[in-house]
């Protein structure tokens, strides 16, 4: 980490729901946000369900989202480190940014260490107790066969079936997402488990749509980034302390 320069961490825009106007204006305020950070970041981490979808097909990817990849590609040129995490709405994310950003793209979970911080980062998806049925499709979907199968369709057939799928999302429809208590939010269950087996400053999860930050004991501290619908929420790391705050702009 470059001395006085951050690490910021974001998750969970959906670009592309519930209309065009709303994420055109879901995405200037991105940029705006990626604008204002760019003089002291140097690492950008966005973990996940940035797209709300997301496939590459050999000569094609969805189309929109411009302003924002152009202002990636800006940051990326002037030596900032992005990487982006596959979530459960863009899972299906290869080497396209790689190639036209440079991005690391990670599956699953990462660790990094900073300044003698460990931290780890995970989407959310598919981890804790419960939820069988979406541990059983997120196999399915991350099959080899099964993005064969779907690189076969036409894209204006298959990401116009994508799209429709999306319109009945929760953050499409504008839901927001209820806190439970501790002992039954699944990410809270599952960052216990992780910290039985190994220490961790931070556990940096998006997917369950609400800001927390939540003390978990022996300096461990559970961070959920939110999203970027309602509450436009992010953290950043300073070398000394992670935060999460919330985009004015």
Known sequence: MVENKKIYFASDFHLGVPTYEKSREREARLVRWLESIKHDAAELYLLGDIFDFWFEYATAVPKGFVR???KLAELADSGIKITFFKGNHDMWMFSYL???????IIADELVIERQGKRFYLHHGDGLGPGDAKYKFLKK????KFCQWLFARIHPN???GIALRWSQNSRIANNKKEWRKEAEQEWLIVYSKEVLQKEHFDYLV???R???L???LGNNSRYINLG???????????????????????
């Not at 399915?140 to 099959?143: D, E």
């Open 68 to 70: 924002f990849l152009g």
């Open 213 to 215: 930050d939540i003390d």
């Open 140 to 143: 399915f979907f991350r099959s």
């Open 205 to 207: 999860f998006g997917h």
């Open 98 to 104: 790689q190639k036209e950003l440079g991005a690391k």
């Open 209 to 211: 749509h609400l800001p």
């Open 157 to 159: 057939l298959g990401i």
């Open 227 to 249: 999203e970027w619908v309602n509450y436009n929420t992010y953290a950043v790391f300073d070398g000394h302390n992670l935060e999460l705050k919330t985009f004015e702009g």
